[in-house]
Structure formats: structure tokens, C-alpha cells
């Protein structure tokens, strides 16, 4: 699976924005998948995944509520709608493919990964 994450850029606190994660290959539809962030100097964290099918998914605490994951197998691609952005939410946003079919937060648990897109959100 080869991933290609696009939809990031400069937004004012307060504001929206979508990324999407467009896939390659065949097994997208099998895979539970999962957006990541890194701020600098930070670690990798978990934001949202959801299951092969799309219809579980979860959240880190700190988007509940704000962020919402979506995806449509039949055109292999995945969302993050991102709310009510922050400072704190600046980072490079990463889509991935799990492993199996479930919903993991560990980026132990992901296969493929894609480059990134640079999200900032100005005060």
C-alpha cells in the first residue's frame, strides 16, 4: 500500500481544515488505518483510526470531539476533518495502514505510511 497524505497548511485558531490520504494498492479496504502527528522535538502520537470497514473509530482524548476520521474503500481514501484548530495542533500529519484490520494506536502496529503534511495553526 502506498499512502500519499495531502490538505495541510496555515490556518488561524478557530479554523478547519481536511487532510486526505489517498491509497494505492489493493489491501487498503482490508486495513485499519490511523492519522499520527510530530510536533518538533516530540514524539509520534496517535490522533484517530478507524477499522478496515470504517465503521469503528477512535480518538485521542485531546480531539475528541473536534476531529472526525472517515474513509471510502470504494475510492481508497481516507479523511481527517480537523475543527476548532489550535496552536497546540501544529505538526506534520501522518495517514498510515495498520497491519490488520482493527484499530491500533501504537505506530508499532502500521505498516505504510505516508510523507506527511504540515499542519500549522497561528494564534
Known amino acids: 500500500v502506498q499512502l500519499q497524505a495531502s490538505g495541510g497548511g496555515l490556518v488561524q485558531a478557530g479554523g478547519s481544515l481536511r487532510l486526505s490520504c489517498a491509497a494505492s494498492g489493493r489491501s487498503f479496504g482490508e486495513r485499519g488505518m490511523g492519522w499520527f502527528r510530530q510536533a518538533p522535538g516530540k514524539e509520534r502520537e496517535f490522533v484517530a483510526g478507524n477499522d478496515w470497514s470504517g465503521y469503528s473509530t477512535y480518538y485521542a482524548d485531546f480531539v475528541k470531539g473536534r476531529f472526525t476520521i472517515h474513509r471510502d474503500n470504494a475510492k481508497n481514501i481516507m479523511y481527517l476533518q480537523m475543527t476548532s484548530l489550535k496552536p497546540e495542533d501544529t505538526a506534520v500529519y501522518y495517514c498510515?495502514?495498520?497491519?490488520?484490520?482493527?484499530?491500533?494506536?501504537?505506530?508499532?502496529?502500521?505498516?505504510?505510511w505516508g510523507q506527511g503534511t504540515q499542519v500549522t495553526v497561528s494564534s
Open positions: 498510515a495502514a495498520g497491519k490488520g484490520r482493527v484499530i491500533e494506536v501504537s505506530v508499532y502496529e502500521y505498516e505504510y
